[in-house]
């Protein structure tokens, strides 16, 4: 295997060149053709969002707009799905997490029920995103914006001293976030060694359920984050590690989709996420592999605790996480309405897990929500969810599979636009996964700039490789490099 190169840092933010956004805009209007992304929202669900907007369908009754909640959210942010309150209770946590109440707004078989199931989710692209809701709901009313007043959902989550969930449920209520803060102003605060309470104790409990979550025996994968930044001069490719707090504030919701999966399985009614366990066989795979690559992986470490230990810094450990991604296939949506499913656990997480925590950008958090506050309050569930739990499942498989493929297909195409200059230059690159079949189509890592893509030529996983754009087609977004 080649060394390493002192300069391969892909755990590093890496940025590439700014790319100009007016090639590049009809590239993204012809992918979200191709693959049916709406394009508008009908007039009659405008005009009924417009309506209740300014006269919602009903509000909570229960008051908790004195609890001081905040936002934790990407820059520039205005769907904002969830807030929080975390307080000490004796030795143990009090988690309180607000979610947008979209009961409030949305009228069963209305037309923003007909048009939000049509889209599924939010779409991202790099120019823009096409939104589950209208926005003057999702970016106004139902959005837990600072300073408003808004309806929301409200679990209320009890841990103990371990951050273990000793006690969970979920009401309506009107809420007000008072702060809405940054995942990069949090952990600079909190590296800074901050006195504030909430953030010291977002640390204090996320960590706590990190160390759950590796008891459990769940898994994640330490991948840097490829994004598409965009500012006033275009696009510019990035890469970057997720911070800490990213991870943290991501244990709160999983909390809470594992307390509402709780609940569901204890009525035997509700839709999960989940995910099969590897099997014996792909595990023995990935053990084959590392094991060719020299990196060690001791016989009594569980394959979470493996991947937690791997550093993207070095190559062969970053061939391991890109091809490690076979552990992470068959996540679905799992409804049932009597009994219990035979598979209920998110193997990542290794929990029954339940999505409950974006209902302005994903369809099935609605249903998922009025379920869950249903059966805390001893009420029956809502006709409308119960008759909906059958066909979400398939929804959410449509939507997921079109919102992957805007994001492949963007992302491929600012590659492109970022390369279009450079052909016949050569650039370092890392060997993440070799095809089997021989075809010599490798999947490489580039580091400066940001790109993945594919290879003709022959290496081994895991080598460090210069490679040669060889050319660049901008209107199918695509590039092709060569091994030399």
């Known amino acids: 295997m080649a060394q390493r190169s002192a300069t391969l840092r892909p755990t590093d933010p890496v940025a590439g060149e700014v790319v100009d956004a007016a090639g590049l805009r009809p590239r993204f209007d012809a992918v979200r053709a191709e693959l049916e992304v709406p394009v508008e929202f009908p007039a009659e669900t405008l005009e009924e969002a417009q309506h209740v907007a300014a006269q919602p369908l009903s509000l909570p009754e229960r008051d908790e707009t004195a609890l001081p909640f905040l936002t934790i959210d990407p820059p520039g942010s205005m769907d904002l799905d969830q807030a929080m309150h975390l307080s000490r209770e004796g030795e143990g946590y009090r988690v309180r997490y607000a979610i947008a109440h979209l009961e409030s707004f949305v009228e069963p078989g209305g037309a923003i029920d007909a048009e939000a199931r049509r889209r599924g989710q939010t779409i991202y692209a790099p120019d823009e995103r096409t939104p589950l809701h209208p926005p003057v709901l999702s970016e ?258 449509v939507s997921d599979r079109v919102a992957g493929g805007v994001e492949r297909a963007t992302m491929d195409a600012v590659e492109a636009a970022t390369l279009a200059d450079r052909v016949d230059e050569t650039f370092a690159a890392v060997v993440v996964d070799v095809p089997e079949g021989g075809d010599g189509a490798l999947e490489i890592q580039l580091v400066d700039p940001p790109v993945l893509a594919r290879a003709k030529g022959s290496a081994e996983l895991g080598d460090e490789v210069t490679v040669r754009l060889t050319g660049v087609d901008l209107t199918e977004g695509t590039v092709d490099f060569t091994v030399v």
């Open 140 to 397: 106004g009313a139902a959005s837990l914006l600072p300073d408003e007043v808004r309806p929301a959902y409200v679990w209320d989550i009890r841990l103990d001293a371990r951050g273990e969930h000793t006690a969970a449920e979920v009401y309506p209520a009107m809420v007000r976030s008072v702060d809405r803060l940054e995942y990069t102003a949090v952990q600079a605060a909190v590296d800074a060694g901050t006195d504030d309470e909430r953030l010291v104790l977002l640390r204090e409990i996320g960590e706590k359920r990190i160390l759950l979550e590796q008891e459990r025996g769940g898994a994640s994968l330490p991948m840097p984050d490829q994004e598409v930044e965009q500012d006033d001069a275009g696009f510019r490719l990035s890469l970057r590690p997720l911070v800490p707090a990213e991870d943290w504030n991501a244990q709160i919701s999983l909390l809470t989709g594992m307390a509402a999966a709780e609940i569901m399985l204890h009525a035997e009614i509700g839709i999960l996420r989940t995910m099969p366990e590897p099997s014996d066989k792909t595990l023995g795979q990935l053990r084959r592999i590392a094991r060719a690559l020299g990196v060690d992986w001791p016989a009594e470490q569980t394959h979470g605790d493996f991947l937690r230990s791997l550093d993207g810094a070095d190559p062969a450990h970053l061939a391991l996480i890109h091809v490690s991604t076979v552990l992470f296939r068959g996540a679905g949506y799992t409804a049932f309405d009597g009994g219990v499913p035979e598979l209920v656990e998110q193997a990542a997480i290794a929990a029954p897990y339940a999505h409950v925590t974006a209902p302005l950008r994903r369809l099935v958090d609605r249903f998922g929500l009025a379920l869950c506050a249903a059966l805390c309050a001893g009420d029956e569930v809502p006709t409308w969810v119960r008759q909906a739990l059958p066909t979400l499942p398939e929804l959410m498989e």
